[in-house]
């Protein structure tokens, strides 16, 4: 009896820590089911491994992005696909019920991410900048810009508490220069998780194996054999390390731990949000070590 209730006290002590512990809670909104995926996807996997709790937000239900399936039924199977992705990752993915390929930086959506970034109680959030190939890319960009700063403004979305702060705003990593390339503030060493985010990823079968080939015309030389895909996805993901990533990749680990870095992630801070300090963002990214 006594041994039960010394286990129950250590229980109950346990779980007070976890809730003390106040982990910074991270947000990642992207256009597509499988967006926030392939931007942020290794970074999650190393915040949910150090207990951080991690959303990801699809604006977009999908429901255009295949070759010979669409609508509804899409929107259905995609969903599915992002449920077992965020199981994955180690997350939890919502994905809204908004037309891909048809989004627009309009009220109606803007309050949806205000409260979506409320309701996790976000301390940080990551969205693309508003320059990509892609409208729904460029606008969801958009719309998470006019909704940082909206987050803590009371008389906006009155129905969902505002954050008592504005959180971190970062942007993920692209390759565009116009009108200005990304600048990697913060660049994060994936290379321990890369596989699991190439697991994560082989869940959305429907992109990563049907449609993205498909309009990329490389829809030959996806794998026949279901036992071969994750190892040729693994080659087909994986981001450069531009000669600015490296130089950030030596700022935060080190020029001898950044020599070894395969794959990266890598964010740009946003101007809307609050600037947080290198001490900050060491906070915010406890994997940074020298
Ligand atoms: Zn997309």
Known sequence: MKKILSLVILCASLSVVAQTQNFPRVIVIGAHPDDCDQDAGGTAILFAQMGYAVKFVSV??????????????????????????????????????????????????????????REWNADLVIAPRPNDYHPDHR??????????????????????????????????????????????????????VYEKKVHALDAHVSQVYEWLPWIGG?????????????KWLATRIAGRITPDMKASLE???????????????????????????????RKLFPMLKK
């Not at 606008?139 to 009155?158: C, F, H, I, R, S």
């Not at 490389?218 to 794998?223: E, I, K, L, R």
């Not at 700022?251 to 947080?276: D, H, L, M, R």
């Open 60 to 117: 977009t239900n999908g429901d255009a992005g295949h070759q010979s399936e669409g609508g509804g039924m899409l929107a259905m199977r995609r969903a599915a696909e992002a449920k077992e992705a965020g199981k994955r990752f180690g997350v939890s993915y919502d994905v809204l019920d908004n037309h891909d390929g048809e989004l627009t930086p309009r009220l109606e959506v803007r309050l949806q991410i205000i409260r979506k970034i």
């Open 218 to 230: 490389y829809a030959d030389q996806v794998p026949k054999n279901v036992a071969d895909r994750e």
């Open 251 to 281: 700022k935060w680990y080190g020029k001898e731990k950044a020599a070894q870095v395969k794959n990266a992630e890598s964010f740009e801070i946003c101007e809307y949000g609050t600037q947080p300090s290198e001490d900050d963002i």
């Open 139 to 192: 606008y969801t960009g958009v719309l998470v810009q006019d909704a940082a700063y909206m987050v803590a403004v009371p008389n906006v979305a009155p129905d969902t508490p505002p954050l008592k702060k504005n959180p971190v705003f970062v942007y993920s990593q692209d390759y565009f220069q116009r009108p200005n390339p990304f600048r990697p503030d913060i660049a994060i060493d994936i290379t321990p």
